[in-house]
Nanobody, 119 residues
């Protein structure tokens, strides 16, 4: 079991920055990858950024160049640093963690944090 707690959302003007945090606890040693997803009203949840246990990162085309996903292994925390925010970045952002074993995959989710970008 893994527990994820997100923080850092809020209201920001277009062009501004926000930094989201996701602190993991529990069986963190087994986490193979973590990701940030977002879901805007009436849209499907989409992957924004991800990082694997070996440090390989992924960024969606829509945020590439504006977003980074640093991590602090000592704190079991990943971040989503978002710059040059746009109104279309408005969504609820969710942190996820994946534990992959030989016979199953388990995904864990945080409670979500609202990001609103005003024009």
């Amino acid at each position: 079991q893994v527990q994820l707690v997100e923080s850092g959302g809020g209201l920001v003007q277009a062009g501004g920055s926000l930094r989201l945090s996701c602190a993991a606890s529990g069986d963190t040693i087994w986490i193979s990858a973590m990701g940030w997803y977002r879901q805007a009203p009436r849209k499907k949840r989409e992957l924004v950024a991800g990082i694997t246990s070996d440090g390989t990162t992924y960024y969606a085309d829509s945020v590439k160049g504006r977003v980074t996903m640093p991590r602090d292994n000592a704190k079991n925390t990943v971040y989503l640093q978002m710059d040059s925010l746009k109104p279309e970045d408005t969504a609820v952002y969710y942190c996820s963690a994946r534990i992959r074993s030989s016979c199953r995959i388990d995904d864990y989710w945080g409670q979500g944090t609202q990001v609103t970008v005003s024009s």
